[in-house]
């Protein structure tokens, strides 16, 4: 059990691992993506931007210049915000000389920059490269000897003949990019760590509904088919345990019907042993006790034949002694009939609510005769009703074996004493006679077929040894307890009975 466990939770743990580790990698490469992004293009792009902006405000020069406002203080507010905005240095002069527009105070390194460009030489120590040109205006990148920074710088002359230069830092852009990318990095690793929180919480939601089904699964394949998928969403994981749930209803279906055959199968085959036993035993015994009486028939029939004695007595006995012992064969067959049919009957007990003092009184009167005739002193106290819960028919014949076997066995002072004892819910039948008790290593064995303690006296009185065999037989097709008990005097046989009151 506790490996199942351990097993469940090594699959709990992989699947929310799984997908932990999946979309933090996928989470992983975004961001990279992302930073290689800025770091390889966001610096380009910012400059396009920026020569978008500068190209733009050469538009506005133009057409200010066309216009003949570019010293008209509207414009040049105008174009001073868009300077500022934009970080750009700007500086107009006519073609005289003559300053007419600048946004820096030192704008005499904007005018001696504007000469060099004019005169096709780049500042010394300056290295650049054409962006873009155009009719009246050329875009470039250069570096300044002075400040030792990169900028794009834009020269031209506008319709009206005045020069201008226009520039903006390449440094504060690169400066910008860094710390985004810095940022970024930050930002990136803080968004991995709390996303696979996150993911993590939700692999775990994910993986418990998929848990459930190993469970369900593992309980399945060990034919346990109470537990059920509990799932309420609507989702592709709800619909298969639905689906598991119907096929463990089927199984359980399937396996009960199963065992209900198999079971009815091995008791078939358990019935058929037994029967087989039962018949080679039945057929053994009967062989066995029909031997004695068949030779001595046989015996005194020649006898008679042959005319052995001739007088009248003599035939006389022989006859009795052939009567005598087909009687006995007789009561034998019978009483081995009734047994197997104990044994091999599947009849159901019915259980029945009767007088049991009122059925022995009539069983000791309708024997009274025998005990008359053989001298018994005959004890029933019991003359309240008792009643109780068997099948009647069969407890007179446990109760015809009992007294019968009593008054074979009989020594003594020749005395018979019936007892009914009420214990609680149970009610116990005693039949008690004197005479010589049954050797303690004899008494396991005389409730089996044809077993005889005292072979000379069954003999005797004609007893087949099957008697106790049908008490016993009848008594636990009922589930009730019997039994023999030794006194210094004699023996009584005993047997219990509901006597439960059921209302």
């Known amino acids: 059990m506790l490996w199942i466990k351990k097993k469940q939770q090594l699959i709990g743990h992989s699947i929310s691992r799984k997908i932990t580790v999946l979309f933090s990698v996928v989470l992983l490469a975004a961001l990279t993506a992302c930073w290689l992004a800025n770091s390889f293009f966001l610096e380009r792009y910012y400059v396009l931007n920026k020569e978008n902006v500068l190209k733009e405000a050469c538009k506005k020069l133009d057409e200010a210049s066309k216009a003949g406002i570019l010293d008209q203080e509207q414009f040049v507010q105008q174009l001073g915000v868009i300077c500022e905005t934009n970080n750009i240095s700007l500086f107009v002069m006519e073609s005289s000389g003559q300053v007419k527009i600048y946004t820096m105070k030192d704008y005499e390194l904007m005018r001696h920059r504007l000469y060099m460009y004019l005169f096709g030489q780049l500042p010394a120590g300056g290295k650049g490269e054409i962006l873009e040109e155009a009719d009246y205006y050329t875009i470039r990148t250069n570096q300044d000897s002075y400040s030792d920074m990169e900028y794009v710088e834009v020269t031209g002359v506008l319709q009206n003949g005045e020069l201008f230069l226009m520039r903006t830092a390449l440094e504060p852009i690169r400066e910008s990019v860094q710390l985004a990318n810095r940022f970024l990095l930050y930002v990136g690793i803080s968004v991995l760590l709390i996303s696979a929180l996150i993911i993590q919480m939700l692999a775990r939601r994910i993986a418990e509904p998929i848990l459930e089904l190993a469970k369900l699964s593992e309980r399945m394949s060990n034919l346990e088919f109470d537990v059920k998928f509990s799932g309420k969403k609507d989702d592709e994981i709800t619909f298969l345990g639905n689906h598991m749930n119907r096929l463990s209803e089927a199984l359980e279906k399937a396996v009960s019907k199963l065992k209900t055959a198999n079971n009815e199968l091995q008791r078939d085959i358990e019935q058929k042993t037994k029967n087989d036993e039962m018949r080679k035993e039945f057929l053994s015994n009967v062989s066995h006790e029909l031997k004695t009486p068949i030779a001595l028939i046989q015996g005194y029939a020649e006898g008679l034949q042959e005319c052995v004695n001739e007088?009248?007595?003599?035939?006389?006995?022989?006859?009795?002694?052939?009567?005598?012992?087909?009687?006995?064969?007789?009561?034998?067959?019978?009483?081995?009939?009734?047994?197997?049919?104990?044994?091999?009957?599947?009849?159901?007990?019915?259980?029945?609510?009767?007088?049991?003092?009122?059925?022995?009184?009539?069983?000791?009167?309708?024997?009274?005769?025998?005990?008359?005739?053989?001298?018994?002193?005959?004890?029933?106290?019991?003359?309240?009703?008792?009643?109780?819960?068997?099948?009647?028919?069969?407890?007179?014949?446990?109760?015809?074996?009992?007294?019968?076997?009593?008054?074979?066995?009989?020594?003594?002072?020749?005395?018979?004493?019936?007892?009914?004892?009420?214990?609680?819910?149970?009610?116990?039948?005693?039949?008690?006679?004197?005479?010589?008790?049954?050797?303690?290593?004899?008494?396991?064995?005389?409730?089996?077929?044809?077993?005889?303690?005292?072979?000379?006296?069954?003999?005797?009185?004609?007893?087949?040894?099957?008697?106790?065999?049908?008490?016993k037989v009848i008594l636990e097709s009922m589930h009730r307890d019997y039994g023999v008990v030794n006194y210094e005097n004699g023996v009584e046989f005993w047997f219990d009975v509901d006597g439960h009151t059921y209302t």
């Open 311 to 471: 007088d009248p007595e003599s035939r006389s006995f022989y006859c009795d002694v052939i009567k005598d012992e087909a009687e006995k064969m007789n009561r034998m067959v019978k009483s081995l009939l009734t047994l197997n049919e104990l044994e091999f009957g599947n009849e159901i007990i019915t259980m029945e609510h009767f007088d049991l003092a009122l059925m022995i009184r009539n069983i000791l009167q309708s024997t009274r005769i025998l005990f008359e005739q053989r001298q018994v002193s005959l004890v029933f106290e019991q003359k309240e009703p008792v009643y109780v819960w068997a099948n009647e028919y069969k407890l007179q014949e446990v109760m015809n074996n009992y007294i019968s076997n009593a008054l074979n066995h009989i020594d003594g002072e020749k005395i018979i004493k019936v007892t009914i004892q009420k214990q609680e819910e149970q009610v116990r039948v005693g039949v008690f006679n004197t005479g010589k008790p049954i050797p303690e290593q004899e008494i396991h064995r005389i409730w089996d077929k044809f077993y005889k303690v005292d072979k000379a006296r069954t003999r005797e009185y004609g007893g087949s040894g099957v008697g106790l065999s049908i008490v």
